[in-house]
Nanobody, 118 residues
Framework: QVQLVESGGGLVQPGGSLRLSCAAS????????MSWYRQAPGKERELVAT??????NYADSVKGRFTISRDNAKNTVSLQMNSLKPEDTAVYYC?????????????WGQGTQVTVSS
């Protein structure tokens, strides 16, 4: 059974930091592109950061503040979030994706709430 379980969300003041973690099981983690998405109320889900085994990409809004990393030996992907802003408030989701024969494989976690407020 495939599972992606996020943790580390919570309430933080503007300028503060949080580290989100995602523990994966039930699939070959190293074969997947891993990403963090977020969704604020009333808005579309947006891609925050992506990591392959060699490269990372970030949304312009978080570049220089957030860092995505992965540990294939532990089947985890993390998102270090620094200098947090109220606009970062959202539910953050872990995603794993790969292409396959006849269909893609696209897995999602349940999400973890991040609230940035004074």
């Amino acid at each position: 059974q495939v599972q992606l379980v996020e943790s580390g969300g919570g309430l933080v003041q503007p300028g503060g930091s949080l580290r989100l973690s995602c523990a994966a099981s039930g699939f070959t983690f190293s074969s997947y592109v891993m990403s963090w998405y977020r969704q604020a109320p009333g808005k579309e889900r947006e891609l925050v950061a992506t990591i392959t085994n060699g490269r990372t990409n970030y949304a312009d809004s978080v570049k220089g503040r957030f860092t995505i990393s992965r540990d294939n030996a532990k089947n985890t992907v993390s998102l270090q979030m620094n200098s947090l802003k109220p606009e970062d408030t959202a539910v953050y989701y872990c995603n794993g994706f790969r292409t396959g024969r006849g269909s893609n494989f696209d897995y999602w976690g349940q999400g973890t709430q991040v609230t940035v407020s004074s």
